[in-house]
């Protein structure tokens, strides 16, 4: 059936969007694999299809970030994602701490 729903048409590609960033600071799940850890109180092991939300802090997920770039397994979760049909976004670690870091230089300089 999910083979179904993902079909041929079905592909994946990246978009870039603008979000707060805030908002994904406090809904962020970091994840390496199926495990990952709170973006908000750093608890370990939780797992981005069960754990709708934090049983240390009760953040409530809905960005995903990961520094897989592999197309292949990035395109793993992204199916898992819509198979259980989650209500999650994933974005690309590296481009969410690159745009944090640029808003610490900013920082840095209004003073
Ligand atoms: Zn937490």
Redo the contacts with the bound molecule.
């Keep these: 059936m999910s083979e179904e729903l993902a079909g041929n048409k079905s592909k994946f590609i990246r978009v870039w969007k603008q979000i707060d960033g805030e908002e994904i600071k406090k809904q962020l799940l970091y994840i390496d694999d199926l495990y990952g850890t709170?973006?908000?109180?750093?608890?370990l092991g939780?797992n981005y299809i069960k754990d709708k939300?934090?049983?240390?802090?009760?953040?409530h997920f809905k960005y995903l970030a990961t520094k897989i770039t592999n197309p292949a397994e990035v395109g793993k979760i992204l199916a898992r994602i819509q198979k259980e049909n989650l209500d999650l976004t994933l974005i690309e670690r590296e481009d969410y701490e690159r745009a944090n870091a640029r808003d610490a230089v900013k920082d840095l300089f209004k003073s």
Excluded: M, R, V, Y
């Excluded at 709170?38 to 608890?43: A, H, M, S, T």
């Design positions: 709170c973006g908000n109180c750093k608890k939780l939300k934090c049983p240390e802090c009760g953040t």
